[in-house]
């Protein structure tokens, strides 16, 4: 399958170049729009596998999350043109554009981190963030906020869990 073919590269790279390569495929695994990767299987693997420090690992996944995510943001920021077209035709595009693009002038800064750090398809608020034209450098600074946090979670839940279950199985 191709997830175990990605966790196998994945743990070929990060035997190789360590914290670098858990930065560079977190933002590839998460520069796909709508395709979901095993990012946080790979992130458990490093931090609890591979003897590296959690707290690192997750800043390292977060930071590479959030460049990815800047893929979404290009794409509603692209698209943006076509919505103003469709915009002057239709009432209802140019109601849904302004919602979105009043929610995030007034509470951006709490939805963006919030919905990094929750498992949810975080590629919709990316392109909804580029469609309103939400200032890139507050969007990728919220995102990283996010996603840092989520990576530090699972981080150190991989590092303390998988020792724990490993040695209540006796496999250690």
Sequence with gaps: MFWTTFVLLAKKLI???????????????????????????????????????????????GLGAAVGELTGYFVGAGSRSVIEEKKAKKKIIGK???????????????????????????DIVGILSGMSKYDIKKFFVATAVGKIARGVLIAYAGYIAIPFFAEWLGIM
């Design 96 to 122: 849904f554009v302004s919602f979105f693009t009043n929610l995030f002038k007034k509470y951006g800064a709490w939805i963006i981190p919030i919905a990094a750090f929750v498992p949810f398809p975080f």
């Design 15 to 61: 035997l190789q170049f360590s914290y670098l390569a858990i930065f560079g495929v977190s933002a590839v695994g998460t520069s796909t729009l709508f395709i979901p990767f095993p990012i946080d299987t790979v992130i458990i693997f490093a931090a609890s596998g591979l003897g590296l420090s959690p707290l690192v690992v997750g800043i390292a996944a």
